[in-house]
């Protein structure tokens, strides 16, 4: 699995960093996202710093798993359970292992999985209610890592796999996302460029008054008026899978 990235922090919060974080795993083939919940800058707290020590777990818990076995529940409540900064985030975590891709989702952040220009897969939203997710928080104030959903799912060589925030998926249908991403594979792109070309056209949804997106849709349907994009976050991770895998 040969992945690459890109990040882009929504432009007010590009001095802070952002609110995303997200990590690649090389050795143990395992990426992951995180989505600091803004809702926290209310009260003074950079919901960033939650993602980020989220994140910097989530590595510590991966290497300590036997390789190529993870068990990405038991993963995500260790890393929860040691991250100690106030705030709450998404999660999305996936690995391959010889059985095939095995991921966990908690919250709207998620993953997609493409074979020959059509999404095979594609993780389901968590949400309470509509622009409300999922999410874990320091304590148990929020939800639990027991209740992020666990997939595995048969992948072959030549798939790709999108990893991303809700800056991403709230901004560009899986339509749009294949169709750069079979471009990007005729063209012999590098897994980074790909994430960069993905991410640069969800901001440019993201920055559209008019444009239908996810975002809009899921509006419409919980009976509010919005068009255009969700100006956000944006975390793009492309994995590439090649080589030996479960069919």
């Known amino acids: 699995m040969l992945s690459g990235s890109c990040y882009l922090p929504h432009p ?3 001095e802070t960093g952002g609110e995303d ?12 996202v995180t989505d600091g919940v803004g809702g926290w800058a209310d009260v003074g707290v950079n919901a960033g710093l939650f993602a980020q020590e ?4 989530l590595v510590r818990a991966i290497q300590k798993e036997p390789k190529g076995s993870f068990n990405l529940t038991r993963v995500l409540r260790e890393a929860h359970a040691n991250t100690k900064v106030k ?7 996936v690995a391959l292992t010889d059985k095939g891709l095995h991921a966990i989702n908690l919250g709207d952040s998620g993953f997609i999985v493409v074979r020959d220009g059509c999404t095979i897969f594609e993780s389901p939203s968590q949400q309470h209610d509509f622009n409300f997710p999922y999410q874990l928080e320091s304590g148990n104030g929020a939800d639990l890592p027991s209740s992020g959903e666990v997939f595995t799912i048969p992948v072959a060589s030549g798939d790709v796999v999108i990893s991303g925030t809700d800056g991403l998926f709230d901004n560009l249908y899986n339509s749009e ?3 750069v991403v079979e471009h990007a594979i005729r063209a012999g792109l590098e ?11 969800a901001r440019q949804r993201a920055l559209s008054k008019s444009s239908r997106t996810p975002f809009s849709t899921a509006a419409e349907k ?13 975390t793009v991770v492309v994995s590439y899978i090649s080589g030996s895998v479960s069919e």
Do not use: M, W
């Open 12 to 14: 007010d919060k590009e």
């Open 21 to 32: 974080a997200h990590f690649i795993c090389t050795d143990e083939q395992a990426i992951g």
């Open 54 to 57: 989220l994140i910097s777990n």
């Open 87 to 93: 705030g709450s985030s998404t999660a999305c975590i």
């Open 177 to 179: 996302i294949t169709g």
């Open 191 to 201: 897994p980074q460029v790909t994430a960069q070309k993905i991410a640069a056209l």
């Open 222 to 234: 919980a009976g509010f008026c919005y068009y255009g994009g969700k100006l956000d976050d944006i």
